[in-house]
């Protein structure tokens, strides 16, 4: 057996494992092997010391490494230990950093959000919620946590019937279409993606809420100069395309379309530290995405007049939420490999697995912040939820 191969995922999983290479085998570690990894294929050294997730993701997307227990619980097992990974950041360069502009943004967003409105549908939930959802109760479904994340957003926000809220990377819609049946507001969404837009302008034409709600193919640095303010903005999941280095901007635009006393809730995927992200996502999932810290987020606000009113965290709602896609995606797997094939297939059976496992090792987190521009002191004193 290959003294490197052992040696380097040796220090990388911290349980004991075998590997199975043709008629070699070996255990790693000293306790009973906790799964067996068989390799179809060598690995590349010099692959493996550029990027061990590029390694090792492209190894299982191309079949060439296999495992023989669930991918999620082997996931789970080391994936805490990411900050071990090799990642040569003069050779990934042009993977890690590429151009915040306009044009390439869009690019990189559509990339992700258009693969098709079908792809999504076959398992995400009914609301086409892609977030993370909250899971008030034992029982409840990934629909009923979609429908409570968005009640939990909205109730945040204290909105009054005839306010106006902007919905900064809308997805599907169902956010806006919540607030708009309960709350009675006019809503604005906009999207980078052609998919979405589409459907969500066939779906307020649908429900009869062409009155209420309209959504636009826009992009969030055209928001101060369309010359309209809103009560309430809100975003979801959307500040991790934005890209480290332009979060002063992103605020800035938020900034200038909310009205004065009005109320900023920030939904996004956080990390602990500041980490130009990982090879194997930006590749293959989302190029261009960058997580912030959360401390970098919070240290920027004040500059734009935003005050903080709550943090929270979601963490453990996005765990179960990416398990729950999981499992509705390996109940349609067939289909989708017929559809994408079975290296696609592979590859998002993968992803879905991977960040299951780093939320649930705290490698990664979702924070929602609430925040007020300038101070609103007619808001209630404790807090709404």
Known sequence: MN????????????????????????????????FTITLNEDLDKKELLTSTSLALGEAYMKEELEVDRDLYEV????????????????ALKKLILTSKAKKNQEKEVRFHYDIGNEFYRLWLDETMSYSCGYFKNAEDTLYDAQVNKADHILEKLQLQEGMTLLDIGCGWGFLLMRAAKKYGIKGTGITLSKEQYQKFSEDIEREGLKDRLQVELMDYR????????????????????????NYELFMENAEAVLKPEGLFLLHYISAQKEHEGDPWIKKYI?????????????????????????????????????????ENFLKHRAEIARMQGEEFTRMWELYLASCAATFNNGIIDLHQILTSKGINNRLPMTRVV
């Open 3 to 34: 003294e490197f191969l052992t040696s380097y995922l040796g220090g990388i999983i911290p349980v004991a494992f075998r590997i199975q290479s043709g008629e070699e085998s070996m255990i790693v570690g000293r306790d009973r092997p906790e």
């Open 222 to 245: 055209d928001l101060k100069h369309s010359g309209v303010q809103f009560d309430r903005v809100v975003s979801v999941g959307m500040l991790e395309h934005v890209g480290r280095g």
């Open 286 to 326: 989302f190029p261009g995405g960058t997580i912030p810290s959360l401390r970098e987020i919070i240290d920027i606000l004040p500059e734009y007049e935003f005050h903080v009113l709550d943090i929270e965290s979601l963490r453990r709602h996005y765990n179960r939420t990416l398990l729950c896609w999981r």
């Open 75 to 90: 996931l789970n097992l080391f994936l805490g230990q990411m900050g071990k990974f090799k990642m040569d950041k003069s």
